[in-house]
């Protein structure tokens, strides 16, 4: 069973346009499109319609994270002028035919996993924002630090987002505060603490090494799915794109007194 929608056919889009519109869907955990981390295994287009096909790093892949994957994948093809019919297809995965048929019957999560779904995945995706802009926050102040040697992890508390260089990493955590609704204004102050306070003069530094473990696990974990991938799809490592925002390895941990 396939996930099958129809729009009104005018002129069909290009795989380019294709893969362009998948570059929005990203791994939840990874915050990484999932076009760079090479889950998108083929793409089809056809006079008729699109077909693609999602391959993830392993078979045992969460099945929630596989479902915002997929659904993301299915609603951004589909909102493309002229895709036609649309079948996104998950491979290889253990709940492959599962989520497939809740996609071709429009049955959403719960009506895809019954008793076995959680409550929601609002909660869930809001979870993984906030930690994509915990780990874009330190990329952006641990930059800030290096480009300086005589600045501080206290002085991170005065850093607004005028401060910050133009550039990939910047435009990555403005980016991850428009998501949550943080002000992307110069003025507004780059660190944070996770629910959206501003830490205190005697926190800045716990607050940033906090950060830096956050970031140290999102960048660690994608780095490990890569291989995964690569290891069970031999080639998929040809296309793979490092991110764009990655900077070099972070300031070493200090242990607090």
Same mark, same amino acid.
């Given at each position: 069973?396939?996930?099958?929608?129809?729009?009104? !056919?005018?002129?069909?889009?290009?795989?380019?346009?294709?893969?362009?519109?998948?570059?929005?869907?990203?791994?939840?955990? !990874?915050?990484?499109?999932?076009?760079?981390?090479?889950?998108?295994?083929?793409?089809?287009?056809?006079?008729? +319609?699109?077909?693609?096909?999602?391959?993830?790093?392993?078979?045992?892949?969460?099945?929630?994270?596989?479902?915002?994957?997929?659904?993301?994948?299915?609603?951004?093809?589909?909102?493309?002028? +002229?895709?036609?019919?649309?079948?996104?297809?998950?491979?290889? *995965?253990?709940?492959?035919?599962?989520?497939?048929? +809740?996609?071709?019957?429009?049955? $959403?999560?719960?009506?895809?996993? +019954?008793?076995?779904?959680?409550?929601?995945?609002?909660?869930?995706?809001?979870?993984?924002?906030?930690?994509?802009?915990? @780990?874009?926050?330190?990329?952006?102040?641990? $930059?800030? !630090?290096?480009?300086?040697?005589?600045?501080?992890?206290?002085?991170?508390?005065?850093?607004?987002?005028?401060?910050?260089?133009? $550039?990939?990493?910047?435009? @990555?955590?403005?980016?991850?505060?428009?998501?949550?609704?943080?002000?992307?204004?110069?003025?507004?102050?780059?660190?944070?603490?996770?629910?959206?306070?501003?830490?205190?003069?005697?926190?800045?530094?716990?607050?940033?090494?906090?950060?830096?473990?956050?970031?140290?696990?999102?960048?660690?974990?994608? *780095?490990?799915?890569? $291989?995964?991938? @690569?290891?069970?799809?031999?080639?998929?490592?040809?296309?793979?794109?490092?991110?764009?925002?990655?900077? *070099?390895?972070?300031?070493?941990?200090?242990?607090?007194?």
């Amino acid at each position: 069973m396939t996930a099958i929608l129809t729009r009104p !056919l005018t002129e069909p889009p290009t795989e380019a346009d294709v893969r362009r519109a998948l570059d929005s869907v990203v791994d939840p955990e !990874l915050d990484e499109p999932i076009t760079d981390l090479g889950f998108v295994r083929s793409v089809a287009v056809e006079p008729a +319609g699109v077909t693609v096909h999602l391959r993830l790093p392993t078979s045992f892949c969460a099945p929630n994270f596989a479902w915002l994957m997929v659904s993301d994948a299915r609603d951004a093809v589909v909102a493309l002028p +002229g895709a036609g019919r649309v079948v996104v297809e998950l491979d290889d *995965h253990h709940d492959s035919d599962l989520i497939n048929r +809740g996609l071709a019957a429009d049955a $959403g999560y719960r009506g895809t996993f +019954g008793h076995e779904a959680d409550d929601s995945l609002d909660e869930l995706r809001a979870t993984f924002q906030r930690k994509a802009h915990t @780990a874009a926050m330190e990329r952006a102040l641990t $930059g800030w !630090l290096r480009a300086d040697p005589s600045r501080t992890e206290a002085a991170v508390l005065d850093v607004t987002l005028g401060d910050l260089p133009a $550039g990939p990493v910047t435009e @990555a955590l403005r980016q991850r505060r428009a998501v949550l609704g943080l002000s992307v204004a110069d003025t507004a102050p780059v660190l944070l603490a996770p629910d959206g306070s501003r830490p205190s003069a005697q926190t800045a530094a716990l607050t940033l090494r906090r950060a830096r473990s956050v970031r140290i696990s999102v960048d660690g974990n994608a *780095h490990f799915c890569r $291989g995964l991938l @690569a290891t069970r799809y031999p080639g998929a490592e040809d296309d793979q794109v490092p991110r764009a925002d990655a900077h *070099h390895p972070a300031l070493p941990l200090e242990v607090l007194p």
